[in-house]
């Protein structure tokens, strides 16, 4: 039996956007009076089934390499994979008994959604269907909570992605700034019939990250607020019991572990499931994303009732499904939960569905023609592969790039006298471009997020801070220990995105030395760094607005900044100068060293 879904309260005066969603059984209406209570003792159970941090896979794909996706694990990626494990849980269980709900971070990530938002948007009179809303249609999806990559490409793009869509886009905590109203879904109610006589109401509440407001400053800033997950969760939590919520389930964009990444920049956990897991009390289980970890069950103690939470988190890209199994008994006049248990399946253990496959066979096509355009040459090959324990030409080309736009962007103004510098991160250690003919996707492939420049001015002091704090990536070495180069990165979880090479600048990282004293003959042009110099730091949005939380540059003065990508600023210089050369770019900046003797 499927489930409906329809409105069932008024629009927000903001959004027009409905506060509430409600899915119910397909029955006549004159048989959705309240049944008769079944006899005590009587059991009902039921499965939630998962996604999170889908990121526009829909097939086992990978458009920058232009190949089946494949990685270290041999995880297999897409809501293809997903579908079939769906439709088995589905047959195993009774469709009627379960629910699919996904917690964000849909329409960006791959260059099929990007292609959607910016090649052929769905925003364009008559535009298409955005493949994610095609395929979560296909497969009924019951709900999913807003991520924060959902506002990358501006408001109307998710509106119209919302529209499109055959389920809810739940936010409690995405608010209207001005009326503080709910500029999306809060939650939605949905019912399962069970074989006693009694309905099962099952509430999801949506909860998006509040760091949109610093990462999407420039398409929410005046907007829409996002106050913290806890605040909102205490708000309707009790809301939804008292509407006779049986079971609450959270949907939440944000990780388990409690910490931020971007400082102090706003009074809100970044990864807060956890904690609404603590505080919060009424809370059965919590569907958790964005960290992109593979959660299959965790369980926190709520402190107000002593009851345990069930939280898991289905990895990221559609690797993973969670499944939360439900065991009601009717006890006192009404369902209680009696048991809950989590746990994921591999997507790689199943096909694509052919259903999904014929369904996007012509936008996935579309997309591989887009990608592999050539758009210039190159003079040899570069890889990303030592990236993260070299400075290599490849990193190199992202850094000149943007220094070069921005000291193009600034000339004739009052910064235009002083050095540029620029920073980036090996996003990929699998990005190559190839020697000879460049495609466009060789040249994205170096840039897979959708991340804009900006210009901010620093002082020598300042940066020498700033490449400090970077340098933690590295785990400390003994001069003498034996050099293993995948086990020198990466200390303390940092993720490779979060270690940025400076260039324009020449210096050491000891990596023999304790965090905080690691950076030594930092110069620039030959001369030690004066602290009191002033530079232009060419940067990224993320890190402008306090990803990562690095030092002074979320405070520091903006002088200049651009709305397009830096993915499409590295394709159109490419296609701008014909023919890529590491000999007019390319140095060694940077190097690690132990005691002052290089590793390599």
């Not at 605040?231 to 939590?237: D, I, L, P, W």
């Not at 897979?448 to 020498?464: C, D, I, W, Y």
Request: glycine share 8%; hydrophobic share 40%.
């Amino acid at each position: 039996m499927g489930l409906d879904r329809r409105v069932f309260l008024g629009s927000s005066a903001v959004t027009g956007a409905a506060v509430a969603w409600t899915g119910a059984s397909a029955v006549p209406a004159a048989a959705a009076a309240p049944a008769p209570g079944p006899r005590p003792g009587r059991t009902y159970a039921f499965t939630v089934m998962g996604t999170t941090d889908l990121h526009g896979n829909v097939f086992n794909w990978d458009y920058f390499t232009d190949r089946e996706f494949d990685d270290k694990a041999h995880n297999d990626v897409g809501l293809a994979k997903i579908s079939t494990l769906v439709e088995k849980v589905r047959a195993e269980k009774g469709r009627c008994n379960t629910l699919l709900i996904d917690a964000g971070d849909t329409i960006q990530g791959t260059q099929l959604s990007y292609y959607y938002a910016k090649v052929d948007p769905i925003t364009a009179r008559r535009g298409p269907v955005h493949p994610m809303a095609q395929a979560m249609n296909a497969i009924g999806y019951d709900a999913a909570a807003l991520g924060n990559h959902e506002f990358n490409y501006g408001i109307p793009v998710l509106r119209k992605f919302q529209e499109q869509c055959d389920f809810p886009l739940l936010g409690a905590n995405a608010v209207d700034a001005r009326s503080l109203r709910p500029a999306f879904p809060p939650y939605s109610m949905h019912r399962l019939r069970t074989p006693h006589g009694r309905d099962v109401k099952v509430a999801v509440l949506g909860l998006t990250n509040p760091g949109i407001a610093i990462w999407d400053k420039a398409h929410v800033q005046g907007r829409m607020a996002f106050p913290g997950l806890e605040e909102q969760a205490a708000k309707y939590v009790p809301r939804l019991r008292s509407m006779g919520a049986d079971v609450v389930i959270v949907s939440a964009h944000s990780g388990s572990s409690g910490t931020s990444s971007y400082g102090d920049q706003l009074p809100y956990v970044e990864n807060a499931a956890g904690l609404v897991a603590e505080q919060v009390p009424g809370i059965d289980a919590i569907l958790v994303g964005h960290a992109h970890t593979e959660i299959p069950e965790y369980r926190v103690r709520n402190k107000a009732t002593g009851r345990d939470v069930v939280l898991s988190e289905p990895l990221k890209w559609g690797q993973r499904l969670t499944l939360f199994d439900f065991e009601l008994s009717w006890q006192r006049g009404r369902w209680s939960v009696a048991s809950v248990s989590a746990r994921v399946l591999n997507a790689n253990t199943v096909p694509e569905d052919p259903k999904i496959v014929r369904l996007l066979s012509d936008e996935h096509r579309k997309v591989v023609e887009y990608v592999n355009q050539v758009i210039g040459t190159s003079a040899q090959a570069m890889s990303s592969a030592e990236g993260p324990v070299k400075d290599v030409p490849i990193i190199d080309l992202i850094n000149h790039v943007q220094a070069e736009t921005v000291k193009v962007a600034l000339a004739g103004t009052e910064w235009a006298a002083l050095p540029v510098l620029s920073q980036a991160s090996c996003f990929s250690r699998t990005a190559v471009i190839p020697e000879g003919k460049v495609t466009l996707r060789d040249a994205a492939g170096l840039y897979p997020f959708e991340n804009t420049l900006e210009a901010r001015v620093l002082t020598g002091a300042q940066v020498k801070d700033y490449l400090e704090y970077s340098a933690r990536y590295f785990v400390r070495t003994a001069p003498d220990a034996v050099v293993d180069p995948s086990k020198l990165t990466n200390a303390d979880g940092i993720p490779d995105y979060n270690y940025d090479a400076v260039y324009g600048l020449v210096y050491d990282v000891d990596i023999a030395q304790p965090v905080g004293s690691r950076i030594t003959g930092l110069s620039f042009e030959g001369r030690p760094v004066d602290p009191q110099a002033r530079f232009v730091l060419a940067v990224n949005n993320y890190r402008a607005s306090g990803g990562g939380a690095f030092p002074h540059v979320a405070g520091a003065k903006q002088v200049w900044a651009d709305s397009d990508e830096i993915r499409n600023t590295i394709i159109s210089w490419v296609r701008a100068k014909g023919r890529v050369d590491p000999a007019g770019f390319a140095s060694v900046g940077w190097r690690l060293t132990r005691a002052g003797v290089p590793v390599f």
